[in-house]
């Protein structure tokens, strides 16, 4: 069977580091199927197809575009590609093969304020629609997405898949001393530290991670709190509000880190902070507990299943509630040291090996029913 991968997004966080770590454990599997990576032009190097039975396609095609919907499947035809992937939820309206998507959440349905507008609401509806119409199998990355899948878009259940991802090999605890120091050095951290990672969007309730700090510093504690991650719009409005709760002296905005820092970071936290609101899997939890950090964490949505029995959970909505579970896993050291350990523990679960081969067995399966309905036609 032939395979291609729509890997177009693979720039970008989070769903980038889905794309390519996914990918890298398939063809590891040597499945004997051939594939076909679907790639930027600037984002070439970012696979590598040495000793695989893969070639690389690089493609300048914009998402959410017409023309897409028109080459995208040309550029299938031509390739004489058995299967499409997207790892994000788009496909093709016209479809010249069978289909798998990835749908990892249905963000925008439940947190319409991180896309204010109403067209585009609209039009990430209706693609969403018609992508889990249009596709053999859906994949969806916990029990919690598939339940908001189903409920949203009002998708037959059979059709999903759960398949947890996995943990990025480059995400692994950082012990050498000075190169810790040096991450410190380059971010002026000065402090023992509550770190936070991800992109702003109001769901990620960076706001109510302040307020909660800013209860720890009235309550004695001398430490800083580090948000990293690109914050583009949100930093102005998250920087005025540090200064409207007199904690801006104490809050370090570091913008975008790459995995070297992000890893360094993570492993010289005293405690990773994940106040969102919303999340269809968590990664940066994983990350966390895979850098030896205790882990304070919302109840909120898919976090409890990924993070397991391995964090302390609070109400993100109470500053004062979170801010008391952050002070017992940045003082209580039984407690740090039961965290690490249920950390590493919860980490297992997840295994980008694991994910590969379920995911090709959906190739497999998909492929075994469209034959059979050659068959028996």
Not at 64 to 91: C, G, M, T, W
Not at 233 to 256: N, Q
Not at 330 to 354: A, H, I, M, P
Request: charged share 25%; glycine share 4%; aromatic share 8%.
């Amino acid at each position: 069977m032939k395979i291609a991968f729509d890997l177009r997004r693979i720039t970008n966080p989070g769903i980038g580091r889905y794309m390519q770590c996914l990918v890298e454990a398939v063809l590891a599997r040597d499945s004997g199927h051939e594939f076909l990576l679907i790639l930027p032009p600037d984002a070439q190097e970012m696979m590598s197809v040495n000793g695989h039975r893969a070639t690389k396609l690089p493609c300048e095609l914009k998402y959410y575009s017409v023309r897409e919907q028109v080459e995208l499947p040309r550029i299938l035809r031509a390739n004489k590609i058995d299967l499409l992937h997207s790892p994000h939820f788009l496909l093709p309206v016209r479809r010249s093969c069978a289909c798998v998507v990835t749908i990892h959440d249905v963000i925008y349905l439940a947190c319409k304020e991180d896309l204010p507008s109403r067209a585009g609401r609209l039009y990430y509806h209706g693609m969403m629609a018609t992508s889990v119409r249009l596709a053999d199998r859906i994949i969806t990355v916990s029990e919690f997405s598939k339940a908001d899948i189903v409920r949203r878009l009002r998708v037959d259940p059979r059709k999903i898949d759960v398949i947890h991802s996995g943990i990025s090999p480059a995400l692994q605890r950082v012990t050498d001393s000075s190169r810790l120091e040096k991450v410190r050095q380059k971010f002026f951290i000065d402090k023992e530290f509550i770190l936070y990672a991800g992109i702003y969007k109001p769901r990620k309730n960076h706001a109510g991670l302040l307020r909660a700090f800013r209860h720890l510093m009235a309550n004695g504690l001398c430490a800083k709190l580090v948000i990293a991650g690109p914050m583009n719009e949100g930093e102005a409005e998250l920087k005025k509000l540090a200064r409207d709760l007199e904690i801006s002296k104490s809050v370090i905005f570091t913008g975008r880190v790459d995995d070297t820092d992000l890893c360094a970071l993570y492993s010289t936290a005293r405690v990773y902070a994940c106040p969102s609101l919303y999340e269809g899997f968590g990664f940066t939890v994983l990350e966390a507990m895979a850098c030896g950090t205790p882990v304070v964490c919302s109840r909120e949505t898919s976090l409890p299943e990924v993070a397991g029995d391995a964090a302390v959970y609070a109400d993100s909505r109470d500053p004062q509630e979170f801010a008391q579970a952050l002070s017992r896993a940045f003082n209580d050291e039984e407690l740090r040291t039961e965290l690490v350990e249920k950390g590493y523990k919860n980490c297992s679960r997840f295994s980008w090996n694991l994910a590969a081969a379920k995911t090709i067995d959906i190739y497999e399966s998909v492929n075994r029913k469209i034959a059979d309905k050659v068959v028996y036609a």
